[in-house]
């Protein structure tokens, strides 16, 4: 019996995810990409375990990983893969890291997963069938803005946009409640998918970083903005009962 690709995407990650704790404990290696970018070598150890695990069973599909870059594949299919998102987290035994896979068919998302191992909770979406957290349906909140949390990350890797975002961070700071970062941009996405913030707000991020988080979120009713600068996207997440107008004052 064949599997689906569906089974086989939460499968693999948890396995990766149980990965990346074994290794977590075993003390981790640290290189500098560049500016306050790092990749350790569980990172490296947990993409090559998604992409073997991955060709094993689906040989034709293509790859996308932060480490390792993309393989072509030939029938339409593509994995997007962030083995660890939050890797300042993972290497401080700060426990809001993730494993992030996304599907993509001809280019559309049809599937996406985070898992974070060190509280066993998986986040998945299959398109148009809603969002999950470990089997149970989720939804963005309703609670009041001005009553709410959100996520903000500040430009750690380029200090000389801070000035820029600081002014739009304040203008979140008169919306909200409080203010929090947990250095993982598919946690943070999950989190407003769930109902745990009303927004998640970063700039300067690479597609796999939030591939799979932002199907979840759209399934589970967020609305989702991006603007490309280069290389690199700006996301806002929103809940889905927020009015547009506060959001469309912040910068993308």
Not at 148 to 156: D, E, T
Not at 170 to 180: A, E, G
Not at 220 to 238: E, K
Request: hydrophobic letters at 40%; one cysteine or more; a negative charge.
């Amino acid at each position: 019996m064949s599997l689906s690709r569906n089974q086989v995407l939460l499968d693999i990650i948890r396995k990766a995810g149980s990965l990346a704790l074994e290794l977590s404990r075993e003390g981790v290696g640290i290189e500098v990409k560049g500016v306050n970018d790092f990749v350790t070598q569980a990172d490296r150890r947990v993409e090559t375990f998604i992409r073997t695990s991955l060709a094993d069973i689906f040989p034709h599909d293509g790859v996308l990983g932060e480490e390792y870059g993309s393989a072509e594949g030939d029938d339409g299919y593509v994995w997007v893969i962030d083995p660890i998102d939050g890797t300042v987290d993972f290497m401080n035994t700060f426990p809001l890291y993730c494993i992030s896979i996304a599907l993509h068919k001809d280019g559309k998302p049809v599937a996406g997963a985070v898992y974070n191992p060190v509280y066993d909770e998986l986040f998945h979406a299959f398109a148009s069938q809603g969002a999950y957290l470990n089997g149970r349906r989720i939804s963005c909140t309703s609670i009041p803005l001005d009553k709410s949390v959100a996520l903000v990350v500040p430009p750690h890797r380029r200090h000389e946009s801070l000035e820029r975002f600081w002014a739009n961070e304040r203008r979140i700071y008169n919306m909200v409640s409080d203010t929090r970062s947990i250095g993982s941009a598919a946690m943070s996405i999950c989190y407003v998918a769930c109902g745990r913030a009303s927004m998640y707000y970063e700039w300067y991020l690479h597609y796999y970083d939030y591939a799979a988080a932002m199907l979840i979120a759209q399934e589970a009713g967020c609305r989702c903005r991006t603007r490309a600068h280069g290389d690199v996207v700006n996301v806002l997440v929103a809940s889905g009962a927020y009015e547009d107008a506060p959001m469309e004052s912040l910068e993308l």
